[in-house]
């Protein structure tokens, strides 16, 4: 009873987090949204996706490695650590150069190139936060890890306010650019001062009994080769999913231009906020847990898994009926004049949802273990028709095609984890 106690405060605790952060990320939207117009909005959010696309490539999967190693190996994963830091600052360096290379060299007028320079440092906010968030999780430390997104998007959100102040005509790209900037800086500052110290071992880990005491020589400490191999299947599932969930509104951008990116940006920015949920559940608080139960007790491991994919899928039915249902009214009030055809593409999207929730259970379960590498071959399948199929719909039928697009990437995906984990990972179970 206690540890169920336990388990219901610290998913409360990461919800609500999530839910301040949701709603300021939201908020932050908005704001831009109405104060930019169609054009102006596209253009910012279609140079943001593109910075987010190319950021998971300076961790590249080293979070998900050290949830895995630790959860299989203990204290001893500390060996890990080293190697790991010293390849993200490596991966790091590369995508800031690769950013500020395609910010000269590309499509782009001075303006957006000038946006590019200065949210070039959310790639550094993304590094940190999701190492920062890895080692919370591994410390059990919910309370600081539901504090993440809310500093991040509070930040921002409360610079655009004093901008819209200091300036008669409201926030601009410009001030939202350096609005964004400077939360992912304060994230990476929190970040290394945290992340210094596990550097050195100090590390508070939970679930696996008390600091052990583990000589020197007995432990073989993994070359960058070793940990970027591991860490392989990790980085890419992040990375494809990015390509399906941020591509739309990059490709929105430069076949149909910024106003079209804009009008799928505000509906999609809807659809973030219910993607909290589940990521909350899965990534920030079962994570760590399936990765223990999948190495030491496979029956608890399937009981999350069967009852996390039917409540999953019953809540993401609820939030989509909801979505469709308020799709006008939130269209109307929040974005305002100028994003009349959100609301169709809103019905659209909220289709997406229980392909979503549902697909949440199945994809931690593809996390542990060996099963990553599958993963990260599903989801390359799903960018790879996301794409395809953006390229066929966009320039016919603008952001009604990205949305559709998203649907069926969506579902496509939901089935294919599904599928391979009720045949691969839980087939041979005899739990009812």
Not at 297 to 325: H, I, N, P, T, W
């Amino acid at each position: 009873m206690r540890t169920r106690n336990i388990a219901v405060r610290a998913v409360a605790l990461l919800l609500s987090g999530a839910f301040l952060g949701g709603f300021t990320a939201f908020a932050t939207q908005v704001l831009l949204a109405r104060a930019l117009g169609p054009k102006d909005y596209g253009m910012f959010a279609s140079t943001l996706g593109l910075v987010a696309l190319l950021a998971p490539y300076c961790s590249f999967g080293i979070g998900g490695l050290w949830l895995s190693v630790f959860g299989q190996e203990g204290w001893r994963a500390i060996r890990w650590l080293r190697n790991s830091f010293k390849l993200v600052a490596f991966s790091t360096l590369m995508v800031a150069t690769a950013l500020v290379m395609w910010a000269q060299l590309g499509p782009h007028d001075n303006f957006t190139e000038d946006l590019f320079m200065v949210l070039l440092v959310c790639i550094f906010g993304q590094a940190s936060a999701e190492l920062l968030a890895a080692k919370l999780q591994l410390e059990s430390r919910y309370a600081s890890l539901a504090a993440l997104p809310p500093i991040l998007h509070a930040t921002r959100l409360t610079l655009l306010v004093v901008s819209g102040y200091l300036y008669d005509s409201g926030p601009s790209p410009s001030v939202a650019a350096y609005s964004f900037a400077a939360g992912s800086l304060l994230i990476t500052l929190l970040g290394c001062a945290e992340l210094s110290r596990m550097y050195v071992g100090d590390l508070a880990l939970v679930g696996h009994g008390l600091k052990a005491r583990v000589a020197a020589h007995d432990l073989c400490i993994p070359s960058a080769r070793l940990i970027a191999r591991r860490a392989l299947p990790f980085g890419l599932t992040a990375s494809l999913y990015l390509v399906y969930y941020q591509s739309d509104v990059v490709l929105l951008k430069y076949l149909q231009g910024d106003e079209a990116a804009g009008i799928y940006g505000a509906g999609f920015a809807v659809i973030a906020a219910v993607y909290v949920f589940p990521s909350v559940v899965y990534q920030r608080f079962m994570q760590p847990m399936l990765h223990r139960w999948a190495q030491f007790d496979a029956l608890k491991f399937e009981r999350a898994y069967r009852a996390g994919s039917a409540s999953m899928m019953l809540a993401g039915l609820l939030a989509a009926g909801v979505c469709a249902l308020c799709a006008d009214a939130v269209v109307s009030l929040v974005f305002g004049v100028g994003y009349e055809k959100t609301v169709t593409v809103l019905y659209v999207l909220s289709v997406a949802i229980p392909a979503r929730f549902f697909g949440a259970s199945a994809g931690a379960s593809l996390s542990t273990g060996d099963h990553i590498a599958k993963k990260a071959r599903i989801l390359a399948v799903g960018a790879l028709v996301n794409v395809l199929i953006n390229l066929t719909t966009i320039p016919a039928f603008g952001a009604m095609g990205a949305a559709v697009s998203t649907v069926v990437t969506e579902t496509l995906i939901a089935l294919l984890m599904h599928r391979y984990a009720k045949r691969n990972i839980f087939g041979s179970s005899k739990v009812t």
